[in-house]
C-alpha cells in the first residue's frame, strides 16, 4: 500500500475521531480504512490505536507517529503547493546559453527589462562561441547564430545576424580604404578563429556574389579581443554590427565598403520539445522573440 497514503488515513482517524468519520472523510469504506492502520501497525511493528467499541485512543509510540506524520503531511502540502505556483508564474533559476558577441552586447541588456517583468527568475548565462549540448550541460534555452543541424530541438527564428566589415581611421590614413573588396588582398585582414570565413570574406554587390582571400597576422577566438586589435589601428576585421555599432557610431571605427553588403547569418533561439514548458522558460522565448524577432 502506498505509505504516504496510509499516513494520510491515519492523521485523519486521530483527528475524526473514529475509523467511520475518517471513512467518510476520506470518501473510503471503513473496511479499507482499517487495512490502512493495519498496514502501518505491521510497518512500524508497533500498535498506534487503542479501539474499542465505543472509543478510540493513540498509544505513545501513536502519539509521536501523528505529530511526524501531520508535520511531514504539511510538507508535503507545501511542496504541491509550491509546485503548483511555478507552473502558473515564472520563477526560479533558468540556464541560458549565448555566443560572446551576441550575450554580451545585446542579450545582456535585454536581460534587465526581463528580469525586472519577471522579478522571481534569475538567469545564469554562460557564454562561449562553442556550440554546446543543451541536454547534456542543462540548458534550458540557446541563441545559435548560422545554419541550424537537423535535430529534435525547437528553433524560433530571430533577426538575422547582420555582420560589418570595418578599420580605425589611423590604420585608413596610413594603408589606405580599400574601394572594392578584391582590395582587401592588400590589407592585414585579422580573422575569427571559429569562422569559416577566416581566409575568405563573401560580399553580395549589384552582380551578386563575390569570395575574396584574405590574410592576417592576427586570428582570435574573440570578438572584443579583435574589435580592440582594430581600434588599436592593427588593421581591418569582419564582426557583428551588435558589437561594432557603439564604435561605428562614434567614428572609431569607420564601415568599410558600404556598397557591397555582407550576407546575413539565420538566428534562432533554440530549447527542448516538451509539451509542458516551463513559465519561465516559456516567458524568456517569448521575451527573446519580441526583443531580437525577425524583422
Known amino acids: 500500500m502506498d505509505r504516504l497514503a496510509c499516513m494520510e488515513v491515519f492523521v485523519c482517524v486521530v483527528e475524526k475521531g473514529s475509523l467511520s468519520a475518517a471513512a467518510d472523510a476520506c470518501r473510503i469504506s471503513p473496511t479499507m480504512v482499517g487495512k490502512h492502520l493495519r498496514y502501518l501497525e505491521e510497518r512500524l511493528g508497533a500498535r498506534l490505536l487503542n479501539r474499542t467499541t465505543r472509543r478510540q485512543s493513540l498509544t505513545e509510540i501513536g502519539r509521536t507517529f501523528y505529530e511526524r506524520s501531520k508535520a511531514a503531511l504539511a510538507q508535503v502540502e507545501a511542496a504541491e503547493a509550491c509546485a503548483g505556483e511555478m507552473q502558473q508564474v515564472p520563477r526560479g533559476v533558468l540556464h541560458v546559453n549565448a555566443p560572446v558577441s551576441f550575450g554580451a552586447n545585446a542579450l545582456v541588456k535585454g536581460l534587465s ?6 522579478p522571481e527568475v534569475k538567469v545564469e548565462l554562460s557564454l562561449n562561441d562553442r556550440v554546446v549540448d543543451l ?62 570565413s577566416q581566409k575568405h570574406w563573401t560580399f553580395i554587390g549589384e552582380d551578386g556574389s563575390d569570395e575574396v582571400a584574405v590574410s592576417g597576422n592576427l586570428c582570435v577566438n574573440n570578438g572584443q579581443a579583435l574589435k580592440t586589435a582594430a581600434l588599436c589601428g592593427m588593421g581591418v576585421i569582419m564582426q557583428p554590427e551588435v558589437l561594432l555599432s557603439e564604435d561605428l557610431d562614434q567614428g572609431r ?22 509539451r509542458n514548458m516551463t513559465p519561465k522558460l516559456k516567458s524568456f522565448v517569448d521575451f527573446v522573440v519580441e526583443r531580437f524577432g525577425a524583422v
Not at 545554419?147 to 596610413?174: E, G, I, K, N, Q
Not at 571605427?253 to 516538451?274: C, T
Request: with cysteine.
Open 135 to 196: 541536454v547534456e550541460e542543462g540548458i534550458e534555452a540557446a541563441i545559435r547564430i548560422g545554419s541550424l543541424p537537423d535535430s529534435s530541438m525547437v528553433a524560433r527564428p530571430l533577426a538575422p545576424y547582420r555582420m560589418v566589415v570595418c578599420a580605425a581611421p589611423h590604420y585608413l590614413a596610413r594603408c589606405g580604404t580599400p574601394a572594392t573588396p578584391e582590395q582587401l588582398a592588400g590589407h592585414n585582414c585579422m580573422g575569427f578563429k571559429y569562422s569559416a
Open 253 to 274: 571605427l569607420v564601415r568599410l565598403l558600404p556598397g557591397h553588403a555582407l550576407p546575413a547569418q539565420p538566428m534562432h533561439i533554440l530549447y527542448p520539445s516538451s
Open 113 to 118: 527589462e526581463y528580469l525586472a517583468r519577471y
